[in-house]
């Protein structure tokens, strides 16, 4: 179970104490108490993780080579089926107007309706037959894949990132015919967007509304769709993911994980923990060996700089854990994927607290569970590549290297 963005470094204004130091945690204690803890550099020490990067590395994979871009991992975690070697962007419905200055990068946060702009999308059509697969995502958000022969992720931003400047002209970013190809074909997806969507009877609604019209689509954060190994092949269990962000399922569904999707999980510090706890005990019922679960909202509370919601959030995530105490006869890994420490509001590279409780642990003294007291625990400090082979091994289940 990762507690995404957990950890921290000591604040003043809690007496120099970290927000998980400070907040009351009886049942994340109770796992420090029971089990064997330590700190974990999620890729290396002072690397600071993506949640992406850093899921990748708690799965035990590599992600200086699975990772190729956030695009990828996007478009699987909206449902779309992505294969090796498609390109996949992220991407914003904006407003721009006819010469093609973006009014609005979020076009007026729009919340409803983008599947209908999804469907007009994919009916674009390119030439040599190359693929478009368009999907919205949540609010403002899609993704686009592009398959077919011949694609490259090397490519650049048609968004501009700013309100007011036009939409930028994807370039190529390295000489081969395979990324001018690219090029070409997201600069005619935006063209034709814009021909598509201006006159659409939604965007017509909306500027009856006064609502900025969602009227071109602007790629970014092109990535070729990676070969990754299946979980279930690398070590023979079954797995399932519960996450809330589409990053982390689509994490779990390159890898070839099962994605359980709940309801009313935002991702925020109001997502429903309580579904979330339910969707847990449902899933391990079931017939899995290995369960991924992300909670989102420290993360935010982090980005944010709020003091009082981290603080709130984790002891929130600490009744999730004392809930599942009913689980029996598993292992337990709780840490979190990065700091997201309040006086920077974005990950740093600090380590993170880490607990395994189960069966054949061998405890020790540790008695509570955060940043500093993990650190004196009897794992020492491991990386997130680390997990899954220490996983395995306490499961009886890895391969002896030698004779
Ligand atoms: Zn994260
Ligand atoms: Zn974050």
Redesign the pocket.
């Known amino acids: 179970m990762v507690i995404?963005?957990m950890a921290d470094r000591p604040l003043e204004e809690l007496g120099y104490k970290t927000p998980l130091e400070a907040a009351k945690t009886p049942n994340m204690d109770k796992l420090a108490k029971t089990g064997i803890c330590g700190i974990m550099d999620p890729i290396k020490p002072g690397i600071r993780a993506?949640?992406d990067t850093s899921h990748i590395s708690i799965l035990g994979y590599d992600p200086y080579q699975v990772y190729t871009g956030r695009g990828p991992f996007e478009a699987a975690g909206v449902g779309v089926d992505v294969l090796e070697g498609d390109i996949a962007f992220r991407c914003n419905f904006s407003t721009a107007n006819d010469d093609g200055i973006i009014i609005d990068r979020r076009a007026g946060r729009i919340r409803e309706g983008t599947d209908e702009l999804a469907e007009a999308i994919n009916s674009i059509t390119l030439e040599d037959n190359t693929e478009i697969i368009f999907k919205e995502s949540t609010g403002h958000r899609a993704v686009l894949v592009l398959r077919g022969k011949n694609l490259s992720d090397q490519v650049s931003a048609a968004d501009p990132k700013y309100d007011g400047k036009k939409w930028t002209k994807v370039l190529a970013l390295d000489d081969s015919k395979e990324a001018q190809k690219t090029a070409g074909i997201l600069n005619e997806v935006v063209e034709k967007s814009y021909q598509i969507l201006k006159d659409h009877p939604l965007n017509q609604k909306r500027l009856e509304n006064g609502e900025n019209p969602a009227n071109i689509i602007l790629p970014r954060g092109a990535g070729a769709v990676p070969h990754v190994q299946a979980f279930s092949d690398k070590y023979g269990l079954k797995g399932a993911c519960i996450a809330e962000t589409g990053l982390i399922k689509g994490i779990a569904k390159i890898v070839g994980m099962d994605i359980v999707d709940i309801e009313g999980a935002t991702g925020g510090i109001d997502t429903n923990l309580g579904n979330i706890v339910q969707g847990i005990l449902d899933t391990s019922s079931e017939d899995y060996d290995f369960l991924l679960i992300n909670i989102d909202g420290a993360?935010?509370a982090?980005?944010d700089g709020n003091t009082k919601d981290k603080l709130e959030f984790i002891q929130k995530a600490d009744e999730v854990v004392g809930k599942l105490n009913a689980m029996e006869d598993f292992y337990f890994i709780l840490t979190a994927d990065?700091s997201?420490p309040i006086s920077v509001k974005?990950?740093t590279g600090d380590p993170v607290p880490l607990v395994i409780n189960g069966p054949e642990i061998r405890v020790d003294d540790v008695e509570s569970f955060n940043e500093r007291s993990a650190s004196k625990g009897g794992l020492c400090r491991i990386r997130g590549s680390d997990i899954m082979n220490i996983l395995m091994d306490l499961m009886n289940k890895s391969t002896k290297f030698g004779a």
């Open positions: 995404d963005g993506g949640s993360d935010e982090g980005h990065h997201t974005d990950h």
